[in-house]
């Protein structure tokens, strides 16, 4: 059965975010009803799940390397979206982002005050991407540089987990039909399956917010179609911790998201990065 092999530090494997930087992430997310800029949630999101990625393979020994994560920004330029000491490097183990956030900001977070209510406490924050809104799409050029870091990650552990590519974007690709560069990326694989692209697409295009569709039916645009045709059907366990969190699934649930709001980002995170056991 495929996707179900074990990711051990011997036998890791890759966790890539595509994220869109063009200018038109300085649009508020989601309606429109709320004030927070796209490029902000999801640089956000992306920060707190690799904290919370980091946390869950710590050990006493340390982070253990079952991933090795690459954020990779595309706008202005495509390439590397690490900041601070990471800057510049594409593919990094999962205990070197542990040890080389950028700098540590100070959040407020809300939490019980143990009489019913919420009380404001200060938090640490690692940042280790900006937000950045600038320039166009070049979505097609961002998955042909991905399919050239899952390309030499599938020679060098061809038993692994297959990659997952996760991208993240506003608009319409402008550099070309992004397909021909979705069908690089998906066209590697390793003897636990194809690698695995999906897709969120926070569009100001309108229609109704879909989460996990299993059919292109009520998607308001050819555009969102084509996203939804270049996403790979979720494996059983992500179906499996999908179905938990409420969304109809069926064998035939792709990895897409469309018109999402900062509560869907951040689920779409986490259901998309869900790894089998860890060894």
Not at 34 to 44: E, G, L, M, N, Q
Not at 74 to 91: I, K, P, Q, W
Request: one cysteine or more; aromatic letters at 8%.
């Amino acid at each position: 059965m495929p996707y179900t092999a074990e990711i051990s530090r011997a036998n890791p494997t890759a966790i890539v975010f595509l994220v869109d930087q063009s200018t038109s992430m300085t649009d508020p997310i989601g309606d429109g009803s709320a004030t927070h800029r796209k490029a902000d949630v999801v640089a956000d999101a992306i920060n707190r799940l690799l904290t919370e990625l980091s946390v869950k393979c710590a050990k006493e020994e340390g982070v253990r390397d079952y991933f090795h994560v690459a954020v990779i920004g595309y706008g202005s330029t495509v390439g590397s979206a690490f900041v601070g000491e990471l800057a510049g490097r594409d593919l990094v183990p999962l205990s070197q982002v542990a040890d080389y956030p950028a700098r540590m900001e100070e959040r407020i977070k809300k939490v019980p005050d143990g009489a019913g209510g919420l009380v404001e406490t200060h938090v640490k924050f690692p940042v280790w991407m900006d937000p950045v809104a600038h320039g166009g799409t070049p979505m097609n050029r961002a998955l042909r540089y991905t399919a050239q870091l899952v390309r030499d990650w599938v020679h060098r552990y061809p038993g692994c987990f297959p990659p997952i590519v996760l991208n993240l974007t506003d608009g319409e690709a402008n550099d070309g039909d992004p397909t021909e560069g979705s069908d690089e990326v998906t066209s590697h694989a390793t003897a636990d399956g194809g690698v695995l692209l999906f897709n969120l697409h926070v569009s100001d295009s309108g229609g109704e917010p879909t989460a996990f569709p299993d059919s292109e039916a009520g998607l308001p645009d050819a555009y969102a179609r084509q996203l939804f045709a270049m996403s790979s059907t979720l494996p059983s366990h992500m179906r499996s911790y999908a179905a938990s969190q409420g969304h109809a699934v069926s064998e035939y649930t792709r990895g897409f998201v469309y018109n999402a709001d900062i509560t869907s980002v951040v689920q779409f995170l986490d259901i998309g990065t869900r790894a089998t056991e860890l060894r």
